[in-house]
Structures are given as C-alpha cells and as structure tokens.
DNA sequence: ACCGACCTAGGACTAAAGTCCAATTTACTT
DNA sequence: AAGTAAATTGGACTTTAGTCCTAGGTCGGT
C-alpha cells in the first residue's frame, strides 16, 4: 500500500551517463536506481514508485517525450526531468508544457542538477500526499450506500430535511437516520466539516 | 471597474514584424495593439487590461523574459507569449517555468501562431473571471465587522454558538445575532453555502 | 452634544436538527 | 429458508439555531 522509497530514476542510453549520474546522486545519499531505455523503465515502474525521473530526450527506440507520455498513459505520476545533449527548443517547450519539472542540456552543472531534482522530489511528495488523502477520502465516501449519497447532495446543498425528504419522497425522519449515518461513515463532527470534505472529494451539489 | 476589451498586445522592436503581426491578427478579427519596447509597453499597461502579450525575446533595453518579470511585479496579469528569432534553450525553459503560453520561433507558421493567441486569450479569460470572482467575494467581506469576523470563524470551524460565546466571552443571544449579520451580509442561505464562502476565500478555521 | 456604527442582551417563540428507543419491508446472499 | 444490509418509519424528547421586538452602553466623527 504505502509507495516504494523515493529513488530518483535514471533513464539514459549511454552506460557513461549513468554511471556518473549515479555516482553523483549517491554522493548526497540519493537512493538511484538506471535503466538503459525507455522501454526498460516502463516495463518495471508501477504506480507505486516515488520519487521522479530523470530521463535523456533523445534515445534509440522511444525517447524522453514519448516516455513522458506513456507514463501518464499509466498513471505512473512521477515529476520528469530532461537531459539532453541536443536539445531544440520546440522540444524543451514540449516538454514543459506537458508539466516536466527541467530541461538540462549537457554538460549539466552539479549543483544545478541537484536543484532540479530536489525540486522534483519535493513535487512528488507533494503530488504523493495529495493522492493519498484523496485515496483516504474516497474509500470512505466508498462506505455510503446510494440512498446516502444521494441525502449527501441535499444537505450540502443547504438544504433542509424536509427539503430532501420531499424530493426523494420519503420522510424527515429517515433524511434524519440517513444524515446521521453519513455524519458517522465521513467521521464529520459537523456541518462544516462535511461540506468542506465533500468539496474536496468533488461532489457537486443540486443546482 | 470593468477590465478593457480583450487584445492582442505586440511587444516587438522590429517595425516589419510588428506590421505583420498586426495584419495577421487583425484578419481574424482580434483587436492588436503594437509596441516598439518593453519600456513603452510597461508604460501604458494598467491591471485592467485583458488578452494576451505577443513579445520578442530578444530586443535592445529590456527583453521579452525582464518584462514578463516586471509585469508579476506590476500586478499586471496577462498570459505571454514568446516570439524569438534565435531562441535557446535555456531561455525557453525560463520562460515556460515563469508561466508562458508558448514560446516559438521565427519564422512562425501562422496557424501555429494563432493557436498560441487563441490558448493564451482563453487562460485570459479565465484568469479575469476568477480573478472578478475572488474580488467580489473580498467586497462581501469587507462588509463585515471584526466582532463578525471572528465569529465567522468559530461558524465555519463546526463550532456551536455557546462554544463560541464562551470562546469570545459573550452570550449566546450575541453569537445568533452576528451570526445573522453575518448571512445576511455574505448573502448566505445556508451553512453549507457560508462554508464553502470562506472556504473560496481562504479563511482559516480554528484549530 | 448628537448621530450612527458596533457590540451587547433579554423575552418569547418557531423551526430545525439530533438522539434515544423500537420496528417493518425489501433485496440479496449463503 | 435463514441471515444480512439497506431503506424505511414512529414516538418522545433535548439541543441548537433562527426570528421578532426592544433596548442599553461605547466610541468616533460632525
């Protein structure tokens, strides 16, 4: 359940790369973990995997974008850094657009590599915690059964009981069973509460 | 009080490019407006204007990424876009983290160009909306008094209105009365409707 | 000194919501 | 067929919140 350690992964075609990038994020006790291709990389990641991704634009076979792409293809979320010995514009764009954290033409600075995947972990951490409480929330909204839900609509709605219990057709009192047990499922102590948790979870209110 | 028509605001120290850029936008239909200098444009500009910025990269005196940066300091909010004759790579990704539209390179393919200008009115325009939104809700607010205001945060934060009597060393009678005011100045029909109010405009709950 | 805001508060209710209790009807699973 | 989760409802209250009306005290500005 709880996602792997972070690790920052390497995918560069060229063993040289890899060895010296290695070395030097090992050097401030960076966790490191290579991979040869795209391909390599994509074959092993899941979802689970923390940390970010520092890849080589221009690779045999797929490249740094195209590898950008199938990994949010498969919900794999990991902030993405560039490196490249020759990179263009157009493709530094792209790739920024498309959210990537850097865009490092080689030879890359030390200390301006680290920057960057500092930055990186710091957005994953942050991506990792909102994922999480959004997981947390939504395996207890999970717990409401249809009726429920549809009384939660109502009541973050503003409106009153006898409100919901006319439009659902039935009455205040079972509004009132149903609205305790939600208040109890959500662990909500209050009004406000609930309507802040539904605001998050997304659910849209009537009208 | 209402921001200026929205156009198309071309920051470019070549007369030529200028005149094209005018042309081209022009014959779809968008308002332009053309600079020689950044200095000229941030002269003019004012926070009520709307659209988006067409700008060189390169040009003598201030270039296209100084002024985007002055117009953050400036308040003034306008999506950008980067024209450039000899981009590099390094500057794109500058820009591109400081929130650009886009960032292309002469010569541009007028469709490629105006895609970028649609995109860049259309963030526009959702910046101004939510930017009108956020104001009018702060209005609303103002119209509070600080007795009100801390009341609404006891409100918000699921307390009842004896805890916050107790809290603020009143009556509960007082709490119903601001809390009243309170709806009734917010134009709140409901709890739900006060919590996601203060929720929108970043009021903090106790605790 | 007077005015207008702001904060205060009591009386007298009305209405809405929450809390115990217990109970019935379905729909679905084992 | 028995068991279970879900949805339903009633009774009997207690707590909270909201609604009128009235009204005293404080303060800063004219």
């Known amino acids: 359940m709880s996602p792997a350690k972070p690790a920052v992964y390497v995918v560069d075609d060229d063993p040289s790369v890899r060895g010296a990038m290695k070395r030097l994020l090992k050097s401030v006790g960076l966790p490191v973990k290579t991979f040869a291709s795209a391909r390599e990389f994509l074959d ?3 979802p689970e995997w923390s940390g970010c991704l520092m890849v080589d634009l221009r690779m045999p076979g797929m490249g740094g974008l195209d590898l950008q792409y199938q990994l949010n293809a498969r919900q794999i979320s990991l902030p993405v850094i560039f490196l490249t010995g020759y990179g263009t514009v157009p493709a530094s764009v792209r ?4 959210g990537a954290v850097d865009f490092l033409e080689k030879p890359v600075d030390d200390q301006t590599l680290l920057d960057a995947v500092h930055k990186a972990l710091e ?8 994922q999480a409480e959004m997981q947390a929330l939504h395996q207890r909204l999970a717990a409401l059964t249809p009726r429920e ?3 939660l609509a109502f009541i973050i709605s503003g409106r009153l009981n006898k409100q919901a219990a006319a439009a659902l057709g039935t009455t205040e009192k079972t509004i009132k069973v149903h609205r305790a047990r939600i208040m109890e499922k959500l662990r909500c102590a209050s009004l406000a509460e609930l ?8 659910i849209k209110t009537l009208d």
Chains 1, 2 share one sequence.
């Open 44 to 46: 092993q990641a899941t």
């Open 95 to 98: 790739a920024m657009k498309a």
């Open 123 to 130: 957005r994953d951490r942050g991506a990792k915690r909102d």
């Open 149 to 151: 839900y549809e009384v």
């Open 195 to 202: 309507v802040r948790l539904a605001e998050k979870a997304g």
